[in-house]
């Protein structure tokens, strides 16, 4: 275990919704980052927060987007979804940034019907 | 543009020998790598790291080269046991980390 927490476990939605992903770091970690993991792409990176601050973006598209929150969790909403959009998502945390070893969460399986 | 390769998609070995991982990367820049290996339906979860200024670091049974001029490295596991079977990720660390597209492995008893 971890101690990154990540909820829902399974998410089955249609085209054009919109979804709230919630992640729970590790305690005492302020850095947490977002990964999408799809067939074809394998593990990428989306995005990261530290301290509640917006610190670096990946390949995130318009869609979507994040935030993280006072006590620490963060979430990412994804809307207007895709078929494309179903995949793997991993929050991960960190005590800060580089270099700190990143600790995954167990992940959102997002199906897109 | 894949800048973190693993060029085997699997590898099996027999229980009690060695396993050899490797994976390359294009950036010189780069100078913080880290293995992870994940079992299906779980995250990755960490194995070791190696800064460049080191080209060796253990743990246990786990070893990991860096060959900085190659841009290369590898993840030694030995021996290698049936537990040991999961799909094992290189990541370079630039305060993301960038991924290789993973090797499965699996340890025949």
């Known amino acids: 275990d971890s101690g990154v927490t990540q909820t829902p476990k399974h998410l089955i939605t249609a085209t054009g919704q919109r979804v709230t992903l919630r992640c729970s770091p590790r305690?005492?970690?302020?850095?947490v980052y977002w990964y999408q993991q799809s067939l074809d792409q394998g593990l990428q990176f989306l995005i990261q927060?530290?301290?509640?601050?917006?610190?670096a973006k990946g390949n995130i598209l318009e869609r979507f987007s994040a935030q993280q929150f006072p006590d620490l969790h963060s979430e990412l909403n994804l809307s207007s979804l895709e078929l494309g959009d179903s995949a793997l998502y991993f929050c991960?945390?960190?005590?800060?940034?580089?270099?700190?070893?990143?600790?995954f969460g167990p992940g959102t399986r997002l199906t897109v019907l | 543009d894949q800048q973190v390769k693993q060029n085997s998609p699997s590898l099996s070995v027999q229980e009690g020998r060695i396993s050899i991982l490797n994976c390359d990367y294009t950036?010189?820049?780069?100078?913080?790598f880290l293995w992870y290996k994940k079992y299906p339906a779980e995250g990755p979860t960490f194995l070791i790291s190696?800064?460049?200024?080191?080209d060796k670091n253990e743990d246990g049974r786990f070893t990991v080269f860096l060959n900085k001029s190659a841009k290369h490295l590898s993840l030694h596991i030995v021996p290698s046991q049936p537990g040991d079977s999961a799909v094992y990720f290189c990541?370079?660390?630039?305060?993301?980390?960038?991924f290789g597209q993973g090797t499965t492995l699996q340890v025949k008893p």
């Open positions: 991960a945390s960190s005590v800060e940034s580089r270099t700190d070893t990143q600790y």
């Open positions: 305690s005492g970690d302020l850095s």
């Open positions: 927060y530290y301290n509640g601050e917006e610190r």
């Open positions: 950036n010189s820049m780069f100078d913080y």
């Open positions: 190696i800064s460049s200024i080191k």
């Open positions: 990541a370079a660390d630039t305060g993301k980390l960038i």
